[in-house]
């Protein structure tokens, strides 16, 4: 039975061992997406990002040839949490307005509850070969977006005044939230995302006669 006991621990030990490296890239990722947002990539060092996390710099190297990689796979997180999240907003019930508070909202709360989210916003600092792919999938989710736009003035819940300049409108102030939201400020992640939702319900929201 000792025998059997230490053969099945050995055989999950590389399933553990995946699972911690996958959960300190996660943690790498939310402590540099934190830093790029707020001071941009050139502004940002391995070293502050090292530190923060409380490893050593050649530790970084370990997951990461250099800061463009690590930016790329901030990036790569953010399309991957953002496509997933318009995928179960389009499966939400209820108006195309419904739907697009829903992913709204659960960005914010993700953004500010669970480690920043990386602004897609300086492409020209990752890898040259990543370039195309990266602008493709950010055109894909802003067409996403604008589609659900569309939809809801189709189905007379959004305003249709507004069109595309709304979604450009909304993801900008989403896109800032990461700049000045504290973890330790005075509104908690749902408060915030709540009063975002709340504030998007009114501005965009058709208007009864």
């Known amino acids: 039975m000792g025998q059997a006991a230490t053969q099945t621990a050995q055989s999950k030990s590389p399933f553990k061992r995946e699972a911690m490296r996958l959960k300190k890239v996660d943690y790498i990722r939310q402590v540099a997406s934190d830093l790029f947002n707020r001071k941009g990539f050139d502004a940002t060092s391995l070293d502050e990002v090292a530190d923060i996390i409380g490893i050593s710099k050649p530790s970084i190297y370990y997951y990461y040839k250099n800061k463009s990689e690590l930016l790329l796979d901030c990036y790569e997180r953010t399309l991957e949490i953002c496509e997933r999240l318009i995928e179960e907003a389009a499966h939400q019930p209820g108006s ?114």
């Open 96 to 209: 195309a307005l419904d739907k697009l508070c829903y992913f709204t909202r659960e960005l914010i709360y993700l953004n500010c509850a669970h480690g920043s989210i990386a602004i897609v916003s300086e492409l020209q600092s990752i890898p040259d070969d990543a370039i195309a792919s990266m602008r493709r999938r950010n055109t894909a989710l802003t067409d996403a977006l604008l589609a659900l736009a569309k939809e809801g003035i189709a189905d007379g819940s959004m305003r249709a005044d507004l069109s595309k300049p709304m979604i450009y409108f909304i993801m900008g102030g989403v896109n800032w939230i990461p700049r000045w939201h504290r973890e330790d400020g005075s509104m908690t992640a749902g408060e915030l995302a709540d009063s975002y939702t709340k504030f998007l319900l009114h501005g965009v929201a058709a208007r009864e006669n």
